[in-house]
């Protein structure tokens, strides 16, 4: 295994060759300035958060994102998505993402309190239902139990040959 230095000597070398190896340090040419350029940029918008208040802030991100998907339809804007999460999930190991994916959910938690974040996930899950119907949810809930700590529910799909209806997923319209 790695140590430390040999890690950040190995993220410094990509940064040099122009690959973004920190979460917002796009543009650095070495891995010191993409985690100030990271810096600053969480900073800033952390103070324009400020400015506009939570909601305004987040009411700004989310017509960023509608803007973003009519530009790419939504088949790219969905295969954008996927191609961020496969790439995030390289930089980190995928012991670091499903870490990441934790503690970002047990934060969330304590803004919510335990009771609004069950509740939240509850209606989630209603709302998700509603757009793909009973048995495209059904199909996709068969998919997800097929997940293990060690393998996603597709690499189990692929790799055993279990057949899943992805046809059954449509949003309705």
Excluded: C
């Excluded at 506009?52 to 973003?68: I, P």
């Excluded at 938690?109 to 009973?134: D, P, W």
């Amino acid at each position: 295994m790695a140590s430390g230095q040999e890690k950040k000597s190995e993220l410094d070398a990509k940064a040099k060759q122009g690959e973004t190896v920190v979460p917002g340090g796009t543009g650095g040419k070495s891995l010191e300035a993409q985690e100030h350029l990271a810096e600053g940029r969480s900073k800033g918008g952390q103070t324009r958060q400020e400015q506009l208040g939570t909601e305004g802030y987040q009411d700004m991100g989310s017509k960023g994102g509608q803007a973003r998907k009519e530009q790419l339809g939504t088949k790219g804007y969905k295969e954008m998505g996927s191609k961020g999460g496969e790439a995030r999930k390289e930089q980190m190991g995928i012991e670091g993402y499903k870490e990441m994916g934790s503690k970002g959910g047990e934060a969330r938690k304590e803004q919510l309190g335990t009771e609004g974040y069950k509740e939240m996930g509850s209606k989630g899950g209603e709302a998700r239902k509603e757009q793909m119907g009973t048995e495209g949810y059904k199909e996709m809930g068969r998919k997800g139990g097929l997940s293990t700590n060690e393998k996603s529910g597709q690499e189990r799909v692929e790799e055993e040959g279990i057949k899943i209806d992805e046809s059954k997923y449509r949003t309705k319209t």
